[in-house]
């Protein structure tokens, strides 16, 4: 089955930076990557996803990148902010398949 | 707008009770999930529905049971609670089969300790 393998576990930058978090999955017939992101006490809710047709996705302060031919996937954040604060989960899933996730990345925005 | 509603928050068992944790979205999602969520492994899929009356096996089924009677609600079955089980257990619906490019709704989750 799927195997989804992020980094880092946890990231501390400062406000205003940026921050990447980087997974990597095994089955090549994956084609759809959402990113998650957990606040405390709350359950994961859906920050953006990309398919396999499109390299890369930007909405705001949040972009993604995809390599399909690495088996690779990046969630970028610009401008850090407080609220960015949160438990952040990648995950990937092939047709007909259920989503597997990454092992989750916290993030801490330093003011 | 309730979304994913998931009873009871909190609970506490101990080893070999059973209970039902419980999962109703209003959404008229088709497609419906449980996941178990511990530290440092993401989160792993227990059973899950594409229908009323259609259920499956995920990674980690064992020791737990679901039924899917109507389109709303997904209870989750500990047969015989384990302290292996105590874990914090997130019930998430879609509106499409199980396809991708279905997102994903999660509830807020049931934190379940067993002693």
């Not at chain 1, 992101?37 to 499109?54: F, H, M």
């Not at chain 2, 109703?24 to 530290?39: F, G, K, L, T, V």
């Not at chain 2, 990674?59 to 292996?84: I, K």
Request: glycine residues 10%.
């Amino acid at each position: 089955g799927e195997n989804v393998e992020q980094h880092p576990s946890t990231l501390s930058v400062q406000e205003g930076d940026s921050a990447v978090i980087k997974c990597t999955y095994s089955d090549s017939a994956s084609n759809y990557f959402p990113w998650y992101k957990q606040e405390l006490g709350k359950g994961p809710q859906l920050i953006i996803d990309i398919r396999s047709n499109v390299g890369e996705k930007k909405d705001q302060r949040i972009a993604v990148t995809l390599n399909k031919t690495a088996k690779h996937f990046s969630l970028h954040i610009t401008e850090t902010q407080p609220e960015d604060s949160a438990v952040y989960f990648c995950a990937a899933a092939a047709a007909g398949n259920k989503l597997t996730f990454g092992g989750g990345t916290r993030v801490l925005v330093k003011p | 707008n309730a979304g994913v509603t998931q009873t009871p928050k909190f609970q506490v068992l101990k080893t070999g009770q059973s209970m039902t944790l419980q999962c109703a979205q209003d959404m008229n999602h088709e497609y419906m999930s449980w996941y178990r969520q511990d530290p440092g492994m993401g989160l792993r899929l227990i059973h899950y529905s594409v229908g009323a009356g259609i259920t499956d096996q995920g990674e980690v089924p064992n020791g737990y049971n679901v039924s899917r009677s109507t389109t709303e609600d997904f209870p989750l079955r500990l047969l015989s609670a384990a302290p292996s089980q105590t874990s914090v257990y997130f019930c998430a619906s879609s509106p499409a089969g199980t396809g991708p490019g279905s997102p994903l709704h999660f509830g807020n989750g049931t934190r379940l300790t067993v002693t």
